[in-house]
């Protein structure tokens, strides 16, 4: 037995992970722009030089303006204005941030209903497994885009509406990768150590079998909140989504379409480089994270 | 006998495992009335009796359920039929399993222990759940064992990975005993370790054993490793047991036909004056279990085999003091064994 | 007699992010024809490396860097690849632990032995099924004829190894190297292959490698023994002779360990400790640290001593104050 010498502390996975991941050029700086993105998110009502929502600022004197004009509110609109008269940039970032909000929590309640869904159907196994599987793969037979747009079309407009129409579109995915993982997990020894001490089944399933199953799950996480973003972004496009008054990224390039023939092209094109900026560098650092996750693809 | 000698009784346990049908293959067995048994059956009609202190030797080659049998033992696995008793209490009701008090260390040490939970947490977790210590006193109470079993106590924050095999068994060891178990389970626990580390994990077994006064059941394919361990030994074959007796008595004057052949097999190094060691392999190979040999299933491969045997499968019943056996011709067996022991 | 292969010197390293490992470091030793000879160690002595280094089996990272290894007097270190792969599986053939990774599992094993012949020979299909046939015969594998058209899965895994020896053994190869070829077996599997190699070494003088981490499977095999350590022969003589006998610590504390070597229920001799990184090895005897008999001595490498048929690298080898003894009584 070779012994390789441990480090002085405790090296945890997620340290080695961190270490592996930095040397990857590309994927650090995307990931450094996705933080980026999420801070800018989170902060925007700090950072914007407008706010979007509040009407009594805005003028429709100021509408459609090209990028670099001085509006009557005396600032200059960096990116232009848009129909409704509104700083694009702020727009934007306020878009951002609904478009963030609305995928990081869909993204979230998928993959706790569909992970817990998926481990349990591969622990139980029995009816248990084939009823929940089942439902599953019928519905992963077919796009999720489709589902959502039933969806939202059922439930009408609103914040809460959408996000339960994306989690039902999504949380398959979910419940397919964690159901894999963990009928591969399921077999082996150290399951069945626990069981024998013996331990209660749901410490097992959550203590023992989830906490292994989440490497997959980490990296189906991160391609479902951009699909999420883009999910959205498409419905809110076809005026599904949110109401007018939460305009996110979407629903900010719809609002520009019309005018995109007539030269008036930021009100769509700069939401829509934010939108593929943002799904790029989560993509990028989900491809990368899949990458150091992948047993195949190690050694 | 005394209910003393009966710490660990096991009455007639049987395992089958069936495979798991999905709805066509159950519509296409219905519908062609398929009657053919399906499912493998690992153990068959096992019974034994462990006095307490004791350490049994279970032994055979692949396929011939001693792991099976030591899952049932341990409560892992539900007998399909039949019963274990420890102290006069089921080990398993209901499916479950009810008793803290046996505990198991597994073959593999890179495979039982969980690769995202500290090692001292793993330790600690059964323990603490069961109440044998309180959660304040978890840390000292792993430390402790870590001690017992060899083991830096400050290792107990590291994670499993950033051991060796053999100080991952210890782990896997400090962990079972810490359940603070009256019988211990051992399954393969030296197979996949170096001689070296191997020795240092049995001293470790012969150590605690001693110490904590467990009864244990030694699984091993390594008939040199049982016969220093254990006091008595169960050499099965196909699922079945075909020779029980005291460890010196079953490998000095085997009783049955397939263990003296199994220890004809084993190479050992040439003792003072012998050249090399010859030794006679069995013939044949090891049926499939899903299809045994009808009769007795070594028959196919014994030199002693007739027509009774492949007719009538012998039952395991006393051939000697303390000794049973499943052989038509144990005592003629045994009487040969003698002479050629004396020999 | 001549030897068949020749090794001295040999030298192997990977080379890691870590640093470099050399996993063999200076391995010498000679092969007569037929002989069969044991190469013993745990895991990380470099057993198997040289053994895949004999055949130029090695991959990046890692890299023969020096020696030499002279098969019927031709050297194969630094041979093009195709001149090796001429000679590999005619003239010095490999068997494995695992020989699922060997066999194809999408050919029957009769297309397998028909390609291996093809490979070095010019044969009809009918005259290759003939030789093909009778090399699983001679392993010991029944209806030899119709096994032919099974696939490797429809074989149990003792069949399969000897499946993969008789293909190795197809060209009659000067030299065979086997790698733990019976780990994975059971016992009474095991025995049988075991009593078929002797065979096979003796009728064919076919001379053979057994890599083993196994001392009584190479004592019950192998006229010769090597026992490494780190990457280093530390001892080799007669089987018989080094097993009863052992000169180098480390033989001694290996054949001890061995729970047959101490009366039942009693403590096994153990060698403290664990094999040391290769990356981190220490200036002399690399076993020293973990050597009851070390002293300053053992801080340089130790040379080998040869005496007679036996050499160790070991400057307080055991047991010869014994035979000192006993010549001395003799005379």
């Known amino acids: ?299 | 006998m005394k209910p003393r000698d009966q710490y660990l009784k096991v009455e007639g346990v049987s395992k089958i495992f069936s495979p798991r049908l999905n709805l066509g293959e159950k519509i296409a067995r219905t519908l062609t009335r398929s009657a053919a048994p399906l499912g493998l059956q690992a153990v068959s009609d096992v019974s034994l009796r462990l006095p307490r202190g004791q350490t049994l030797g279970l032994v055979g080659e692949s396929g011939c359920g001693k792991s099976t049998l030591g899952r049932l033992l341990a409560g892992i696995h539900e007998p399909s039929s039949g019963e274990v008793r420890l102290d006069g209490l089921p080990v398993m009701e209901h499916g479950k399993k009810t008793t803290t008090a046996v505990q198991t260390v597994f073959q593999d040490p890179f495979a039982s222990l969980d690769p995202r939970m500290k090692v001292g947490d793993a330790v600690a977790e059964g323990p603490v759940l069961h109440g044998l210590v309180a959660p304040a006193r978890a840390q000292s109470y792993v430390e402790g064992w870590f001690r017992r079993v060899g083991l830096d106590p400050s290792l107990s924050h590291r994670y499993p990975h950033q051991f060796s095999g053999g100080q991952r068994q210890r782990i896997a060891i400090a962990r079972a005993l810490a359940m603070q178990p009256k019988l211990l389970i051992c399954d393969e626990p030296v197979a996949s370790l170096d001689v070296s580390i191997q020795a240092q994990v049995i001293n470790l077994f012969l150590e605690l054993r001693r110490e904590l006064e467990l009864t244990c059941v030694f699984i091993s394919h390594d008939l040199s490793v049982v016969r220093h361990v254990s006091d008595r030994v169960a050499v099965m074959y196909l699922g079945r047991i075909v020779e029980l007796g005291e460890t010196a008595q079953v490998f000095d004057r085997p009783a049955h036909p397939y263990t003296a052949a199994l220890l004809d097999s084993v190479p050992r190094i040439a003792a003072e004056g012998e050249a090399l060691v010859e030794f006679k392999p069995i013939e044949g190979e090891i049926p499939s279990p899903l299809n045994p040999p009808p009769g007795c299933h070594f028959a196919p491969r014994c030199p002693r085999a007739t027509a009774r045997c492949t007719a009538e499968a012998p039952p395991l019943a006393p051939v000697a003091p303390a000794r049973e056996a499943a052989c038509h011709f144990a005592p003629d067996q045994l009487r040969e064994a003698a002479t050629r022991h004396v020999a | ?331």
């Not at chain 1, 039902?168 to 979910?174: G, K, P, S, V």
């Not at chain 3, 009918?126 to 029944?142: H, N």
């Not at chain 3, 293909?167 to 190297?177: D, T, W």
């Open chain 1, 1 to 299: 037995m070779t012994d390789i010498s441990p480090p002085q502390r405790a090296t945890s996975p997620v340290t080695l992970f961190w270490r592996e991941f930095r040397r990857n050029r590309p994927a650090t700086v995307a990931l450094a722009v996705t933080l980026l993105l999420f801070l800018v998110a989170i902060f925007a009502p700090l950072i914007a030089p407008q706010n979007p929502y509040d009407l009594a600022g805005l003028s429709l004197m100021d509408a459609r303006r090209p990028p670099g004009f001085v509006g009557s509110g005396g600032y200059t609109h960096l990116l232009g204005t848009d129909p409704q008269g509104r700083d694009l940039l702020s727009a934007i970032l306020f878009g951002l941030r609904i478009s963030i909000e609305i995928g990081v929590m869909a993204g979230a309640i998928a993959l706790a209903i569909g992970a817990t869904l998926g481990v349990v159907a591969a622990y139980a196994g029995g009816w248990i497994e084939s009823l929940i599987m089942r439902i599953v793969d019928l519905q992963l037979s077919f796009p999720a885009i489709l589902l959502a747009l039933v969806m939202s079309a059922l439930l009408g407009q609103g914040k809460a509406q959408l996000v339960t129409a994306l989690v039902a579109a999504q949380y398959a995915y979910f419940a397919r990768t964690a159901y894999g993982a963990a009928t591969s997990e399921r077999r082996k020894d150290y399951i069945e150590a626990a069981l024998a001490t013996p331990l209660h089944a749901r410490r097992v399933v959550f203590k023992h079998l989830l906490p292994n199953c989440a490497p997959p799950l980490i990296v189906v996480a991160t391609v479902q909140i951009a699909s999420s973003i883009s999910l959205e972004a498409t419905l809110s496009f076809l005026g599904l989504g949110l109401p007018v008054t939460e305009p996110s990224l979407g629903m900010l390039i719809s609002n520009g379409f019309p005018y995109m023939m007539s030269g008036r092209y930021w009100i769509s094109v700069y939401p829509g480089v934010m939108l593929i900026i943002l799904i790029m560098a989560i993509n990028i650092v989900g491809d990368q994270i899949r990458d150091q996750l992948n047993p195949r693809l190690r050694r």
């Open chain 3, 1 to 331: 007699m001549t030897p068949v292969l020749e090794v001295s010197g040999l030298r192997t390293e990977f080379r890691t992010g870590a640093g470099t490992v050399p996993a063999v470091d200076g391995v010498s030793f000679s092969l007569m024809p037929g002989e069969i000879i044991g190469l013993v160690g745990e895991s990380g002595s470099g057993k198997s490396v040289t053994g895949f280094s004999l055949l130029g089996l090695i991959d990046a990272p890692g890299q023969i860097v020096g020696g030499s290894v002279r098969l019927n007097g031709t050297e194969l270190v630094g041979m093009a690849p195709q001149e090796l792969r001429k000679r590999r599986g005619k003239e010095i053939a490999m068997i494995f632990q695992d020989p699922i990774a060997t066999l194809n599992p999408l050919l029957t094993i009769g297309q397998q032995m028909e390609m291996a012949l093809a490979a070095h020979e010019r044969l009809g299909r009918r005259a290759a099924a003939e030789k093909s046939a009778e090399a699983l015969a001679r392993v010991g594998i029944p209806s030899p004829r119709e096994r032919l058209s099974s696939y490797p899965h429809e074989f149990s895994g003792g069949m399969r190894q000897r499946a993969a020896i008789a293909i190795a053994l197809l060209h009659r190869p000067a030299v065979v190297v086997a790698d733990e070829p019976t780990t994975a077996l059971d016992v009474s599997i095991q025995a049988q292959i075991i009593a078929e190699m002797k065979a096979l070494a003796r009728d064919y003088g076919v001379a053979m490698i057994w890599i083993s981490h196994d001392l009584a499977v190479v004592s019950a095999l192998a006229s010769r023994i090597l026992v490494m350590y780190a990457g280093r022969i530390v001892e080799e003589g007669p089987s018989a002779r080094v097993l009863r006998d052992p000169r180098h610590p480390y033989t001694r504390g290996l054949i001890d360990s061995l729970p047959s070597a101490t009366r039942p229920g009693e403590m096994l001799a153990q060698i403290p400790g664990s094999m040391p990184s290769l990356l981190s090895l220490p200036p002399g005897c690399a076993f020293a640290p973990r050597c009851a008999f070390a002293s300053s001595a053992c801080a340089a490498r130790p040379d080998a001593t040869a005496a007679g048929d036996r050499a160790w690298r070991c400057v307080h080898p055991l047991g010869q104050d014994r035979t000192d003894q006993k010549e001395r009584a003799a005379s």
